[in-house]
């Protein structure tokens, strides 16, 4: 059986003056059940989508982590999974 090394399940609901109005973030493989990073969602809501905001997010996402000693690349792994993730639905193209 094959296990993902990190995962991000994103969702995004945007208002009508194009910010954010909702958003959820889940992190697979990074905790021994799906992880839900409310401060991370928190911290999108009224804000316009951009590849900085994701940068910010993305870090946010990940505070505190604290990774076992051969598992520290899920921490920028995870990170670039949740900056992909919320791009794809919040329609932001990265570099």
Known sequence: MDFAMSAVAAAVAMGANKTVADARIVLGGVAPIPWRVAKAEAALVGKMMSTDLLADVARIALQGAEPLAKNGYKIPLTQTLVRRAL?????????
């Open 87 to 95: 791009a794809k639905v919040g329609g932001v193209t990265l570099s």
